[in-house]
């Protein structure tokens, strides 16, 4: 079955700290992939996506995150973080086809920054 | 920059109500979706709608029901509120084909049922 994992439920670092949030998924084809950002009070934001091509794909915010078929692996990181960033972070993956197409999300992973 | 909103970022209701939440969007996407976010539960798609006056059932459409009238605008309908139907209901809408994956949110409704 179509799933995905974000082992880490709830993450703190420092700011100015790197960081990277863990996303697996399980899809038996060509995934697309993309990471959301839910920022306290508001609704999702897309943060980057992965159809093909270039394995390390960058987004706004300056994020960035590497495709890792091996390892069914999506994961996101950011080489300094801000306090700003602090949110709430969805993996998904994009299944099915025509109009039955619709996002498989992952459980969020919650980010705190602290100063 | 694409616009959803959604008609009440708070909302409460009783037992019972017939409850609508409404959400409009601007940049003529073809298909727009409601999802419940709850705590522990993440994202689950209630329904979702290709085009005008079509629906389609997503993961827990149980208690709910939708229109769309217009193409701008998607409608989530809770015939007889129940308690467990407390939640964040967030709207979507995204273009056609594999942009579908690529959705703009509103900012939420907060649904209590009391």
């Known amino acids: 079955a179509q799933s995905v994992t974000q082992p880490d439920i709830h993450i703190t670092v420092s700011e100015g700290a790197s960081l990277e949030l863990r996303c697996n998924y399980s899809?038996?084809?060509?995934?697309?992939l993309f990471w959301y950002v839910q920022s306290p009070g508001q609704g999702l934001q897309l943060l980057l996506k992965y159809f093909s091509g270039d394995t390390l794909v960058q987004g706004i915010k300056g994020f960035e995150a590497e495709f890792k078929r091996s390892q069914s692996s999506f994961n996101l990181r950011k080489p300094s973080v801000h306090w700003s960033d602090a949110a709430e972070y969805f993996c998904?993956?994009?299944?099915?086809?025509?109009?039955?197409?619709?996002?498989?999300w992952g459980l969020g992973t919650s980010l705190a920054v602290n100063p | 920059d694409v616009k959803v909103t959604q008609s009440s970022r708070y909302l409460v209701k009783r037992t019972g109500e017939k409850v609508f939440l409404e959400c409009v969007q601007d940049m003529d996407h073809e298909n727009m979706f409601w999802y419940r976010q709850d705590p522990g539960l993440g994202l689950r798609l209630i329904y979702f709608s290709y085009d005008v006056k079509m629906k389609e059932k997503g993961d827990i459409p149980e208690g709910y029901s939708v229109s769309r009238e217009k193409k701008e605008r998607f409608s989530l309908i809770l015939e007889s509120a129940s308690t467990n139907q407390t939640s964040m209901y967030l709207c979507a809408s995204s273009l056609g084909g594999s942009r579908r994956y690529e959705q703009y949110f509103g900012p939420g409704t907060r649904l209590t049922v009391t």
């Open positions: 998904a993956v994009g299944a099915g086809a025509g109009n039955n197409r619709k996002l498989i």
């Open positions: 899809y038996g084809a060509t995934p697309y």
